[in-house]
């Protein structure tokens, strides 16, 4: 993998990053997409960190951003968070307002842009129905890919659109192949959660 100048990786967010990591190891990766992609970072000298923490959303990361990611002075940061905001509204009635979500998400950004503008990638939450019911989730995961996409064009950040990669390989076949619970990937699924992050770093890379 091509890398710049900014050799400093850190990838923080939910489950989906942590993915098992050992929290008191920081060269722990887990077994999710960043440990697929850490090995070729550093391949080209690069330092990866993953500060994921299963069950984050916004707001926790927003508890420990200046404590776990601002001291790792990141050069490229990428930030996958919004479908616990989803998710906590079906299953324990403790909703987050888009509004409040883009609000909380873009206070983080601007806070890394200031201290270290570090090239931005954002990770849209994405959501593979396996239950009936999970299919009234969409309309509220809908709300949170667009503040995530609002958010990466007005910082400049590269876009992984998640959603639209996962149900494509969804399509024609049993979702819970991908991801048993609609949500926690199988090796599968983070293969192409971890392409997906290769093709926006390439282009990220390219400008």
């Given at each position: 993998m091509v890398l710049t100048d900014r050799k400093r990786l850190v990838f923080i967010g939910d489950s989906i990053t942590d993915a098992g990591r050992d929290r008191t190891d920081p060269g722990s990766f887990g077994d999710g997409y960043v440990s697929l992609l850490a090995p070729e970072l550093q391949a080209g000298g690069a330092e990866v960190r993953n500060l994921g923490i299963a069950g984050d959303r916004a707001v926790d990361l927003a508890a420990r951003w200046a404590s776990d990611l601002m001291p790792t002075a990141p050069q490229v940061l990428t930030v996958y968070v919004g479908i616990n905001d989803v998710w906590r509204r079906f299953d324990s009635d403790d909703p987050t307002p888009t509004g409040r979500f883009e609000q909380t998400l873009r206070a983080l950004l601007a806070s890394a842009v200031d201290a270290f503008d570090p090239v931005l990638i954002l990770m849209e939450p994405y959501l593979l129905p396996v239950r009936n019911e999970q299919r009234g989730w969409l309309e509220e995961l809908d709300e949170k890919r667009a503040a995530v996409r609002r958010l990466a064009?007005?910082?400049?950040?590269?876009?992984?659109?998640?959603?639209?990669?996962?149900?494509?390989?969804?399509?024609?076949?049993?979702?819970?192949?991908?991801?048993?619970?609609?949500?926690?990937?199988?090796?599968?699924?983070?293969?192409?959660?971890?392409?997906?992050?290769?093709?926006?770093?390439?282009?990220?890379?390219?400008?």
């Open positions: 064009v007005e910082f400049g950040a590269q876009l992984v659109p998640l959603h639209e990669v996962l149900t494509a390989a969804a399509e024609g076949r049993d979702a819970a192949e991908l991801a048993p619970d609609g949500v926690h990937p199988f090796p599968e699924a983070s293969r192409l959660i971890a392409d997906a992050w290769r093709t926006a770093w390439a282009i990220s890379d390219s400008r």
